[in-house]
């Protein structure tokens, strides 16, 4: 008999690293550079079975699917059509599932807006900002960019009343135009927004490519975001920032649930398209495979040797991080942007300087914030 997890949460890659744009800075086209074999392909409808079948007769609580690529539409429609059969077939025992999907939105139509709304899938849309900034870097093949088809799929989700928010990889650009993005944003009725730092290739030195971000410029970034989003909260308009949002739960003593917020690492379940398992979406690399589903159970996975290897070292405090008065807030980061390791040793996070800062900028309305939040924004005084 399987052993109970606990709740699952499922990163799935559905067609492995294949995509439809070029992006520049993607960090999945990077990481899959540096294994043994690029591609895993599509899944096939037996590893798809066998996933919906481990993971529902595994879960206690709960079970997420989170599609990402690549770019996981190109899987097509019927792919998730077939994923809920199997669902309805495998789900004995009725826990909640949850569906979640990450797009670049280029192959987004009326079907899958309907499909998404349907079946209740949160999206997350891959959208830059404006078009001079999300052209820059996510282009196709043909070297076309792909902003008016991303528009385009955010009209389509918001008529067909879909849950999503826009993703937006932060570069040395966004921070030059952070202000005309955010506006963009706004009056695109887009207030679900996530901002994530661009990642320089595995193993390189940092600050190299032409996209990259310093930690003097993402600090600069945090805090003119910072100011738009709390002087609109101040008047009761509320945009919603992943990252203001888990820092304000962390005021009040709540967890962060982003796992780069945490302190640690966890070990994940990020699921390429033949069925191995690795820990997380950063490091599906040969090193840190966990197993193959069908083979193990994810507890079984969780507990075992090549677990143990990728968490421990995030385990390890920097010395400076201890006595650190934001180091409450902070908690060291995300363990990518603590690589390279020297002697099996993580580094300080790269972004430390930008953290510190941000934190030193914004602490005080920070903690505004969080109570604003927690009890109710400030009446518009805005006519």
């Known amino acids: 008999m399987r052993q109970n997890t606990g709740p699952l949460m499922l990163l799935v890659k559905p067609v492995s690293g294949s995509c439809d744009l070029r992006c520049r800075y993607c960090f999945y086209a990077d990481e899959a550079q540096k294994r043994g074999r690029a591609s895993y392909g599509r899944m096939s409808a037996e590893t798809l079975e066998l996933l919906v079948r481990e993971a529902l007769s595994q879960a206690a609580g709960g079970c997420t699917f989170a599609?990402?690529?690549?770019?996981?539409?190109?899987?097509?429609?019927?792919?998730?059509?077939?994923?809920?059969?199997?669902?309805?077939?495998?789900?004995?025992?009725?826990?909640?599932?949850?569906?979640?999907?990450?797009?670049?939105?280029?192959?987004?139509?009326?079907?899958?807006?309907?499909?998404?709304a349907r079946n209740r899938f949160l999206v997350g849309l891959s959208l830059d900002g404006t078009r001079e900034v999300h052209d820059a870097y996510r282009r196709d093949a043909a070297g076309e960019g792909s902003f008016q088809r991303v528009q385009r799929a955010a009209q389509l989700l918001q008529q067909a009343g879909v849950d999503f928010n826009v993703l937006t990889v932060v570069t040395n650009q966004t921070v030059r135009s952070i202000g005309k993005i955010y506006g963009y944003f706004k009056r695109s009725g887009l207030r679900y927004q996530q901002?994530?730092?661009?990642?320089?290739?595995?193993?390189?030195?940092?600050?190299?490519?032409?996209?990259?971000?310093?930690?003097?410029?993402?600090?600069?970034?945090?805090?003119?975001?910072?100011?738009l989003w709390y002087a609109d909260l101040s008047h009761g308009d509320y945009v919603y920032i992943r990252y203001f949002e888990n820092l304000a739960a962390m005021l009040l003593g709540r967890p962060p649930e982003s796992c780069g917020m945490s302190g640690q690492c966890a070990c994940g379940f990020t699921v390429e398209a033949d069925g191995s398992v690795y820990p997380c979406d950063f490091y599906v690399l040969d090193p840190y495979l966990l197993g193959h589903i069908g083979e193990q159970s994810f507890a079984g996975m969780a507990a075992g040797e090549a677990a143990r290897a990728f968490v421990e070292p995030s385990?390890?405090?920097?010395?400076?991080?201890?006595?650190?008065?934001?180091?409450?807030?902070?908690?060291?980061?995300?363990?990518?942007?603590?690589?390279?390791?020297?002697?099996?040793?993580?580094?300080?996070?790269?972004?430390?300087?930008?953290?510190?800062?941000?934190?030193?900028?914004?602490?005080?309305?920070?903690?505004?914030?969080?109570?604003?939040?927690?009890?109710?924004?400030?009446?518009?005084?805005?006519?």
């Open 195 to 227: 901002y994530i730092p661009c990642l320089d290739p595995l193993g390189e030195e940092r600050g190299q490519t032409e996209y990259a971000l310093t930690p003097e410029a993402y600090g600069e970034f945090l805090c003119r975001l910072f100011d």
């Open 67 to 116: 599609f990402q690529g690549g770019e996981p539409t190109l899987a097509g429609l019927d792919f998730y059509e077939k994923l809920l059969e199997l669902e309805k077939r495998y789900n004995r025992r009725h826990i909640p599932v949850q569906y979640a999907i990450q797009t670049n939105g280029c192959s987004l139509d009326r079907d899958w807006a309907a499909f998404f």
């Open 315 to 383: 385990r390890l405090v920097d010395e400076k991080c201890r006595s650190c008065r934001w180091g409450a807030l902070c908690r060291g980061g995300c363990r990518r942007d603590r690589e390279p390791a020297v002697d099996g040793v993580l580094q300080r996070n790269y972004f430390c300087p930008a953290f510190e800062r941000f934190f030193g900028y914004a602490a005080s309305r920070l903690r505004q914030a969080a109570v604003w939040l927690s009890t109710g924004l400030p009446r518009s005084g805005r006519s």
